[in-house]
């Protein structure tokens, strides 16, 4: 059966359903996103309460004889920071991805109802998330919990690793050539993490709204798709992105 030869209300029903389906898939990941920001906060003050302990026991300070274990305690910091940083960016990731389809759903409901039914994708979401003020009066606290986020980030990815490579550094005798390649193999990697999380998550949360929307629409109208770098706001007169350098 082709689809122009659906009923109006079937058609709805149809796109309802799947509409349902993917709220529920959003409620879902968002419960993952929160699981994997409460374990990231709960690795910050696991460190810093290991932290407190490990300075009133002098003995278990870096010294010769655990040099190695402490290095590989401090490569860890960063592994286990940064995995749980792309969990919570990947989270976002499927967030936005599935808001933006039922976005377009609703636009398709809204225009075979003739009204505006559905409007919280397609319109209010973007409103109210999409910048720090919406409306007078009225703050997006989204932007300060992104800023307190990135603080709780950069002290259990970045600054406990390169204070303990530093303590290390200064444990290391002059021959050993070995300890201080390890040393610089590993501040290189929790810096080069670091910047890699904060590049992918601005790509990811600032730079990604509203361009799915439209290769959706794309596929919707059945139009040649061109999977490229956009800017949403410059359009070919065909309809399509134009291709960015």
Known sequence: MEPSELGVDAVINLLMQKYSLLKHEVCLHIGYYKGHVAKFQLMGSALFAAGAYILSHTDLLPSAQNWWFW???ATLVPVMAHYLIFDIIEAQYAMILLGERLATLEEEINGHAGRRIL????FVSPLFWGVLRPMPGVINPDWFLTFFGLIIALFNALIVPVVLYWTLWKRIGSCALGMRIAVLLGG????LS???SIYCAWRVILGMRGKPRI???QMIRREQVQFVYFNP????????PHPRD
Do not use: H, Q, Y
């Not at 409007?119 to 397609?122: D, L, N, R, T, V």
């Not at 290189?188 to 810096?191: H, N, P, S, T, V």
């Open 71 to 73: 290095w590989v305690g």
């Open 233 to 240: 706001d410059s359009m070919g007169a065909e309809g399509r």
């Open 188 to 191: 290189g990697f929790a810096i």
């Open 215 to 217: 290769l959706f629409r």
């Open 194 to 196: 670091m910047l890699l």
């Open 119 to 122: 409007i919280w994708e397609s």
